[in-house]
């Protein structure tokens, strides 16, 4: 039994319980405490070295409350204190004594009749190695077995080597979906004209496929992605070689969208642009901008759902976009339109998020002024001069 298999937040008293009677055994993933840390400077040096060690290797918890007999879990003995406020000491410990922040850490109590029990979940980075900064001295962790260790220089050089192997993989695969929408390569059938693509990738889920039996996943949750069309026409499921699709109804009077969640943690959403009777696609930006922050918001809800795990990997591009323009209000009424971009593939370079609630329309504000930059605009039109987006609570 392993508690890591469970949400953090579906966590209960009668699963540390279960540790108890079962008489699960300290681990390379889990470690039990009787009591918190000290708050003093030995205390929190010892809480840093151990999340960072956990974060460097493969992640796990931390039981707080739990007293251990020879390894295995003996008896729940609760937290004696403050747990509201020892939370948020271990967590402002955590922010200001490892660098780079972790952003898959989480923290909760569970009550038990013992007392509050807290739990530190510490997801496996994929941003290493993290460092401790204690008392003006750097040092790095790691874990084996059920102790904690400082790596060697050869150990050290692994650990630096791993985040970019990961984000050379998941480029790679971005890459590789652009060429294949692009040439019409689509899970259901989709007109010639430009698209859009909106590709957000969970990192950890990418890397250890978590996600791989995605049915089985998707049946036991509520979240699904949902294709990024506007008018939210009738969708249909269906289930693909690389994992499960939503897309809407084939119609040709409308334009077809889908959305595809891969077996590897990726969903990518795609949509027809508007064309004129000429065949030349267009983007305006109130809307295109809403479809797109919209789309965003809700992919990183679904794959924050299924534990998905931080950072997220967030990709803006538009395909066959060579005869697509800008389309714009002009002064006096009516609108104008830019030069068409020119080019097969308009590909924003990827936004990064580590953190569980991100502010989406801040986040794409650089992709949009890219975008319209490829149309030879100086900025997005559905933001005002100081950056924030029209679009919140109404039209832009």
Known sequence: MSIQDIPLDKITAADLERLVVMQVTESLTLDYKRDSYDPGNDGNSEYLKDISSLANTLGGDIVIGLKEKDGAAHEIVGFHGNVDGELLRLEQVASSGIEPRLANLKIRSIHTNAGPVIIIRVGRSYMPPHRVVDRGRNSFWARAGTTKYEPNVEQLRQLFNNGPQVGERIRTFHSDRLVKISAGETPVPMKTSA???????????????????????????????????????????????????????????QRS??????????????????????????????????????????????????????????????????????????????????????????????????????????????AFDMLWNAFGRERCDAYDPAGRWRGEGGAP
């Open 195 to 253: 698209k859009l693509a909106i590709h957000v990738v969970a990192i950890p889920a990418f890397t250890d496929g978590r996600l791989a039996d995605i049915w089985r996943i998707l049946e036991k949750g509520t979240h699904l992605p949902i294709p990024p069309d506007e008018v939210r026409l009738t969708r249909k499921p269906a289930v693909t070689f690389d994992g499960f699709v939503n897309y809407t109804q084939s119609d040709p009077t």
């Open 257 to 366: 969208a889908y959305a595809q969640f891969f077996r590897n943690g990726a969903i990518e959403g795609v949509a027809e642009l508007g064309t004129d009777p000429e065949g030349n696609s267009f983007l305006i930006g109130a809307p295109f901008t809403r479809l797109v922050i919209e789309t965003v918001r809700q992919y990183v809800a679904v794959l924050a759902s299924y534990e998905a795990g931080l950072p997220i990997s967030i990709y803006l591009s538009i395909c066959n976009a060579r005869k697509t323009m800008n389309r714009y209000d002009v002064p006096g009424g009516g609108y104008s339109e830019t030069r068409a971009a020119g080019r097969e593939i308009l590909a924003v370079p990827e936004i990064l998020v580590n953190e569980a609630d991100p502010d989406i329309p801040a986040l794409m504000l650089p």
